[in-house]
């Protein structure tokens, strides 16, 4: 069976600024559609209001086009796409799929992560409550290009997990399942901090009657503390006029052919030279990888 024409993209959260290792994730995926000819497209995943900073959706997206970024489409923020959510929300509370859970954090500490089905038969009313998802004592795993097989029981590993938060806000684990497959996107390249989140979404998907993708999760680069680089730990924003150098860079920390002579050439023409010679199987097989061994 023919697998449909390549459609990929970089979905980032405005809660701080393009930084190295949402480069990182970026240029993969990117290079990864361009090097097959298939389209890329950029989405704003702004689904947490109270974490977005201002003027970091705008900065993100000037940042990707100083970097030689082109997307093929018009962005799209998931702030925009809540009716969606709720539709189905509402379906699966009709249907018993899911239920309100009024626990609070305070409750469910020392659980290890997996909820204890504590509300899953009260019958709550939806007023200040979280609604969280039935899940079946099923093993779910998927074959990741980087990291290889990974599977999860969910009903052992992960419990019946939140898709709307108490505050209303809706939660990533839907919203994501149900914007990939609205936008078409046939392979998903993104932090291994994800991995874990896949069979999560790999149920949705069955759920809903959607294709499964393929997934790549791109090693995280770590900071000398052993924290991931991100906008957690305040990491710089990404230079303008360092683009071409940290381009090169990220393309090391991929495994990727890497010559000194293009950091004095225009970004663009570093993604094209690099697109000709993209190769997948190069990405370091890990889920970490420290940032000070770029050097």
């Given amino acids: 069976m023919n697998r449909p024409p390549y459609i990929g993209r970089f979905a980032p959260t405005p809660s701080g600024y393009l930084h190295f290792g949402s480069l990182v994730a970026a240029l993969t995926s990117y290079l990864d559609a361009r090097a097959v000819g298939g389209r890329w497209l950029v989405r704003m995943e702004d689904l947490d209001p109270p974490r977005e900073v201002p003027g970091a959706q705008a900065a993100i997206l000037q940042t990707l086009e100083a970097y030689g970024f082109e997307w093929d489409a018009e962005v799209v923020c998931q702030s925009q796409r809540t009716d969606a959510y709720a539709e189905v929300l509402q379906r699966w509370l009709e249907q018993g799929l899911a239920y309100a859970c009024t626990c609070s954090r305070k409750q469910l500490e020392g659980s290890n992560g997996l909820y204890p089905g504590t509300c899953r038969e009260q019958n709550h009313g939806l007023s200040d409550a979280a609604i969280r998802l039935r899940v079946p004592a099923l093993r779910y795993g998927f074959n990741d290009r980087v990291q290889g097989t990974f599977a999860q029981d969910l009903a052992r590993e992960v419990g019946d997990f939140v898709i709307r938060r108490r505050d209303g806000l809706h939660a990533y684990q839907l919203a994501v399942v149900l914007d990939d497959a609205w936008q078409g996107i046939t392979d998903v390249v993104r932090g291994a901090d994800l991995l874990d989140s896949t069979p999560r ?56 052919d890497s010559d000194a002579h293009l950091a004095q050439a225009r970004p663009a023409e570093v993604l094209a030279w690099a697109t000709t010679r993209w190769d997948a199987s190069r990405i370091p097989r890990s889920t970490t990888l420290a940032e000070a061994s770029l050097d």
């Fill in 201 to 256: 979404q790999l149920y949705l998907q069955e759920l809903l009657g959607l294709p499964q993708p393929r997934y790549l999760h791109v090693p995280l680069l770590t900071q000398p503390d052993g924290h991931k680089l991100g906008k957690t730990y305040r990491s710089p924003a990404l230079p303008a006029e360092q683009a071409s150098a940290l381009l090169l860079r990220a393309l090391r920390a991929l495994g990727q």
